[in-house]
């Protein structure tokens, strides 16, 4: 593939568009990234909005909004712009009414060029003259209810930090002494006195007495909703645990899930990684029977859920 540049010719001046010349013409080079998104339907044909936009030095540009409009089952729409080695470039599809959600996978030849998928679309961290293709794929929604994703209130997530005994954790949150209230506390400045503190699940039911018996918080809740998933009424449902010691816009945008099913809210997140709500609400609308997902929240859960938008 050729690689052009704005030619610096004393022409240019009058000329109504800049003129453009081959690389080996010209002793500078425009580091241009292409993006190629092929879009593919299962079911029928129909028009899609597509949006890119640029994220460089924390500030966000828009590149280009454009249709693919598919025939047979696909489409295709090339774009380009100037990129450094730490641009971002955010590729997402409008929803549409009787598609489900799509699913992406991307390809480059520069094994540099990365992508992470996320809520309608894909993140790209770009490398000067290189390029990426992505297809998006959108099947015809079936017939049946949205998946659900639980949002919780505060208090409501269990805490813990990793126990002195290999392996063990120590929950601090129900708490069962006063050092495990003292092990929660926060610096001035917003962070963790303790950085290890995770959390994983919600509270069902207290696992700590109060006044002689276990309290429930969502153990109804919980049952009801593991009922519909066994009786086909929705296909799944998940809880989203989180580290109510923060705000809730530094949890929609922070959470770390590990490989042992841990949510690490202290940490920022590296360059392609998504937050623990994002990958949460992702993967459920992929595996909803509309491709679509209902928030349901409770307290502190709805002022996450409008940062989430």
Known sequence: MKKYILSLAVAVCFSAMPVAVPLSQAAISVPFFNITVNEHTIGGDDTFSFHVQKIENSLSSLVEDFDIATSEGEGAYTTYSTAGSSTQFYVVVDSATVWSAPTVACTSTNPSVTFQPTVGGVIVTARPYSSITCDFTHTIQQAGASNILFIPGLQASRLYKPGSVFNSEDQLWEPNIDADIKGLYMN????????????????????????????????????????????????????????????????????????????????????????FIISQLTALAQSSNNGKVTIVTHSNGGFIKYFVW
């Open 188 to 275: 001035a400045n917003g962070t963790s006195k303790n950085p290890a503190i995770y959390t994983k699940d919600i509270i069902g039911q207290t696992n700590v007495y109060s006044w002689i018996t276990k309290q429930s918080i969502y153990k109804s809740f919980i049952s009801t909703l593991d009922q519909m998933v066994a009786t086909n009424a929705i296909h799944d449902w998940a809880a989203t645990p989180y580290d109510w010691r923060y705000s809730p816009e530094y949890i929609v945008d922070h959470g770390i899930l590990t490989n042992g099913g841990n949510i690490s809210y202290a940490a920022d997140l590296t360059q392609n990684q998504i937050p």
